[in-house]
């Protein structure tokens, strides 16, 4: 199996106020597919009438028969994809989750970790509660159910406040769809007007495929409900130190979505720019590792004044599923999603550019996939510092014994990548890209500075930034 390289935990959408509100939801999915690809699940209210479905697969699997949509009825709706971190990868898990309390009936889809979970479950399972997953998107209901508050802002509000770590929330409620960001705004959320109805997404490339207007982000630390008076702050808990997750910009996000107010495609040219400027080469051409590098390859082409070339060609229709034939040709993972442009490389000295390394072993293939195409020279850049720390906040970054950066020093990556060069973009470098002050960031996995504590949190090793 070929997967991505890292993985997001989850996409979250949340529609209020548009006839036929599930099928929004599905085109939102559809939009967040990179999010999570191994199970998605839509909630729909038809004036507190619920009806859901939800299944494991890519959207386009989960709904491969239109009669599903069409049975999930209201103009109400929250949609999820998911990749776990937290909970194996089956049924059980799928999201959004659905429960019955004293309160009432309530939806939820949860982007980002819950660092404390582990405590928290502990705590409520001595306190008599049944878990039926072992998601940690699961506590936060648990929670609810236990406040003795009348009214489900303040149940929610109280149960946010004994969450630590990163969450970006959609809820359906009888008459509400309630959005919220915790308090350092590790996660990205956003809130747009289409027609006559809103909606809330992860990222504003979902608005797009709906023709639906940007109007802000959901703030960290509020609680923001849409009902049929429209959107408001129903609850703003003091934000804490914000720690927006700077991985959005390298990887995770769209090219096309705006995350924390800014413009990603916008600030993944300057990476490239950057790096241009902190480590120049002597080169014909820019390539990039396709898709997810093409806007850094194009910003490092522009800073060095370097012509960019397509010299490696992604395979679009390799799937999840793909099965790896059992008579082995060497790298044939990489070979099947990766194919070089021989015409372009034979003979010449190239950059190749790259959002990032993990574990180095796809990196390793394509070089060798390049070298074998005839390109002379290779001078590997990465637009991101190294990755030498797990993230806990949501993402699937692997345990610090798989990370090549965590083992070895730049000069023994290029070793083991047989490149002529390699550099990374500093830590300096990549905040500078923002307009954000440096310290509004989590920078963790580049770092070892954890902004948020939790269970299985290392403590902070380092100053925090840079
Ligand atoms: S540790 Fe890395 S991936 Fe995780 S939230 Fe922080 S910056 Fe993002």
């Known amino acids: 199996m070929f997967n991505r390289k890292l993985r997001e935990n989850c996409g979250v959408i949340g529609i209020y106020g548009l006839p036929k509100a599930a099928q929004y939801a599905y085109l939102g999915l559809y939009a967040l597919q990179h999010r999570g690809a191994e199970s998605a699940g839509i909630i729909a209210s038809d004036n507190g009438d619920f009806s859901f479905h939800r299944g494991m697969g890519e959207v386009a699997t989960v709904f491969s028969n239109k009669h599903q949509l069409e049975t999930l009825k209201g103009n109400m709706a929250i949609g999820h994809n998911r990749y776990s971190t937290t909970g194996a990868s089956d049924q059980t898990n799928i999201q959004p989750l659905f429960s019955t309390y004293w309160g009432g009936e309530i939806g939820i889809g949860h982007n980002g970790n819950v660092t404390n979970y582990d405590s928290l ?12 997953t072992d998601s940690d998107t699961e506590v936060f209901l648990h929670l609810i159910a236990n406040s003795k508050e009348s009214d489900i802002v303040q149940r929610l509000a109280k149960a946010l406040r004994k969450v630590k770590g990163a969450f970006s929330l959609v809820l359906i409620t009888p008459d509400k769809i309630i959005a919220a960001r915790d308090p350092h705004g590790v996660r990205p959320l956003s809130l747009g007007k289409v027609r006559s109805g809103y909606i809330v997404a992860s990222e504003t490339c979902a608005f797009d495929i709906m023709k639906a207007r940007y109007l802000r982000d959901v703030e960290p630390g509020e609680i923001l409900v849409i009902d049929e008076q429209g959107p408001k702050t129903a609850y703003q808990r003091p934000q804490k130190r914000p720690a927006m997750c700077i991985f959005e910009y390298v990887y995770f996000s769209r090219p096309d979505s705006r995350i924390f107010n800014e413009n990603v495609d916008k600030l993944r040219r300057k990476l490239g720019r950057r790096l241009a400027w902190e480590y120049p080469v002597d080169a014909e051409l820019v390539i990039s590792v396709p898709d997810s590098s ?15 070339e397509i010299g490696l060609i992604r395979n679009h229709y390799v799937g999840r599923t793909f099965i790896m034939p059992k008579q082995s040709i060497r790298d044939i993972d990489a070979l099947i999603k990766y194919n070089p442009v021989k015409g372009v490389l034979e003979g010449k000295s190239i950059v190749l550019v790259d959002d990032s390394i993990v574990r180095g072993t796809t990196s390793r293939k394509i070089v060798k996939i390049l070298r074998e195409a005839g390109a002379k020279k290779i001078h590997f850049r990465v637009s991101s510092p190294p990755i ?60 070892k500075h954890y902004p948020i504590p939790g269970d299985n949190v290392p403590k902070n090793t380092r100053k925090r930034g840079f």
């Open 388 to 447: 030498i720390s797990p993230c806990f906040y949501g993402v699937n970054i692997p345990t610090f014994e798989e990370l090549i950066a965590h083992k070895h020093s730049v000069e023994e990556i290029r070793k083991i990548l047989k490149v002529d060069s390699l550099e990374y973009l500093s830590i300096k470098g990549l905040l500078s890209i923002s307009k954000r002050p440096p310290d509004q960031f989590c920078t963790a996995c580049f770092s």
């Open 121 to 132: 479950r502990r705590r409520l399972e001595a306190s008599g509660a049944i878990f039926r």
């Open 294 to 308: 093409n806007t850094h390859a194009l910003g490092y082409s522009e800073g060095s004044g370097i012509k960019f």
